[in-house]
């Protein structure tokens, strides 16, 4: 094998990427994440050992979880960023242990070989990526416990990124990764504290899902019901993709007076539920579908595009849109032109793409028509008196938490087919970018309540569990689970993971999980899940509603 990867949905043959990833990514690429990860243990080992002396460093938090973030499904194929940053990672750690040596402070577990090894050539890397990847733990069980709790961490990492931009912090949220990273290089660990460490992964997650929620919603108000055009218009335009809403307000406010037009794409969509960004005129809407749609809508789109986030498909050798792809933050392809990051207190600069879109021509227009959104938990809770009587009087039989990811795959057309076979007095409660499956659906409305609701983003899930406990509480029940809701959920990378993750330490149980149950599950850890909370893969549609509905 020149590689080895199974960390999202489509990994080859449900067992894992081999050769190249179905992401896109290459071996050489995939390696040197591997070696990333193993110098980000070794540089955990000893942030947490100057943490417990009283020593944090910033500089270091934000750079694990800037390095954990690109290494997300779809987020960095640029082989140099990662050079730089197992190099940048080494630096810190040898910097770090040097001043720790001279206060007399050392670990208290025996070293672990990351925090040793030194290295800081691309031919040195590529060596070792052979010797430390996911297979380097040979235990199938110990290695699928480990591989979950980090998957969990990256998609943790990924919240907690979106929340420092906007000035929000949690200093457990960075001593929990840093410790989680450490216990994945402790062969001393049983399976049952693994799993233990599993649960305490989705109570962080839970918390850094709220954390970035308080962090959108001071700095732009709560969501509300907006009808968003999928249309377009007469002026040249950008196309912002990912999942940064910082990166979305400076951009809207440098092109406020340029004649340029914004339209979202993908996970961005629910930037137009937010009250902050209605306020300019040149924001136009949202252009497309799902993420792994764009190597067509990109070509038609003319403008060009800012990928904020994971969510990049290599484009095609032919494509016309290479040129006018532009990165930034923890994304990054070869080839595309990357936007730096902020200075501190300052703002980035998004001239470069400003002036080329003036040069393009305006998007073709590829649909019509509105999609309607903004169904986070502040907004449903002004409808609750509304829905309450709806479930009271039968007229809403149950709530289907269709949450979570899309994915090229043909047999994602399950969830369109689930949606539209659904009954009529049953309501779809999502977020994330599983919604293009069907949020264009002529389902209708149930006494004017949308058989959909948005709540937004994938990190958004965090409202559906919100809505769920008040709704506990409403209903006045002693378990979440007696509530009148299901779980069917698509998952495709590490977001959805800690999302995952975040329900069952909620106490959710029954979840159904596709299209396929996650190829780093080794049986014995699936049992484990199926056991204790009754996590289960899908069938069909048909057979699927049967079941949930008795």
């Known amino acids: 094998m020149s590689m080895f990867c199974y960390q999202c949905q489509e990994a080859a043959k449900n067992t894992g990427c081999t050769i190249k990833g179905v992401c896109g ?129 990256k998609g943790m990492a990924a919240y907690t990124e979106h929340a420092w931009n906007l000035g929000h912090e949690d200093p457990a949220l960075y001593s929990f990764m840093q410790e989680a990273l450490v216990a994945t290089t402790r062969d001393d660990l049983t399976i049952d504290e693994l799993v233990t460490l599993v649960m305490e992964t989705g109570r962080h997650g839970v918390t850094a899902m709220a954390l970035l929620d308080k962090a959108n919603t001071s700095a732009y108000g709560n969501p509300e019901i907006t009808k968003v055009n999928i249309g377009t218009g007469s002026n040249p335009g950008i196309l912002i993709s990912g999942h940064d809403l910082k990166d979305m307000q400076e951009l809207l406010e440098q092109t406020e007076h340029a004649g340029v037009d914004i339209y979202t794409h993908s996970e961005m969509l629910p930037a137009n539920y937010y009250p902050a960004f209605k306020k300019y005129k040149h924001f136009a809407g949202n252009y497309g579908n799902s993420w792994w749609k764009q190597k067509e809508e990109l070509e038609t789109f003319n403008g060009p595009v800012l990928f904020t986030t994971n969510c990049i498909v290599p484009p095609a050798s032919k494509s016309t849109y290479s040129d006018r792809a532009y990165t930034t933050g923890a994304a990054g392809f070869s080839g595309f032109k990357h936007i730096p990051d902020r200075e501190k207190g300052g703002k980035k600069d998004f001239s470069a793409i400003i002036e080329h879109a003036k040069k393009c021509k305006p998007p073709v227009e590829i649909e019509k028509g509105e999609i309607v959104g903004g169904f986070a938990h502040a907004q449903v809770f002004e409808l609750a008196d509304k829905v309450v009587d709806a479930v009271k009087s039968g007229a809403i039989k149950k709530f289907f938490v269709m949450a979570g990811c899309d994915g090229r795959m043909k047999n994602r057309e399950y969830y369109t087919e689930f949606a539209e076979k659904l009954p009529e007095d049953t309501v779809i409660l999502t977020a994330g970018c599983a919604k293009y499956r069907y949020n264009k659906l002529p389902l209708g409305d149930i006494g004017g309540i949308p058989r959909v609701l948005d709540a937004g983003q994938c990190n958004d899930s965090y409202s559906l569990a919100v809505v769920a406990m008040k709704l506990k509480e409403i209903f006045e029940l002693n378990d979440i689970n007696e509530l009148p809701i299901a779980y069917n959920i698509a998952w495709y990378e590490q977001k959805a993971v800690i999302v995952l993750l975040a329900l069952l330490s909620l106490g959710v149980k029954n979840i159904r999980l596709g299209p396929t149950l996650p190829a780093f599950l080794s049986p014995n850890v699936a049992k484990v899940l199926v056991d204790h909370f009754g996590i289960g893969g899908i069938t069909n549609p048909d057979e699927d509603i049967k079941m949930f509905l008795n």
């Open 25 to 153: 990514k290459n071996d050489d690429v995939a390696g040197l994440q591997d070696v990333l990860m193993y110098v980000l243990k070794g540089l955990s080992i000893y942030t947490t050992t100057a943490r417990k002396s009283g020593k944090e460093n910033q500089k270091i938090n934000k750079f694990i979880v800037d390095s954990l973030f690109a290494t997300i499904t779809n987020g960095n194929f640029d082989r140099d960023v990662f050079i730089r940053k197992i190099q940048e990672g080494l630096e810190m750690r040898n910097k770090l242990r040097l001043e720790l040596e001279k206060e007399g402070i050392t670990p208290d577990e025996p070293l672990h070989e990351s925090a040793t090894w030194q290295a800081f050539s691309p031919g040195e890397f590529e060596k070792k990526a052979k010797t430390v990847g996911v297979l380097s733990t040979e235990n199938e069980d110990i290695r699928s416990l480990r591989e979950l709790i980090i998957y969990g961490v």
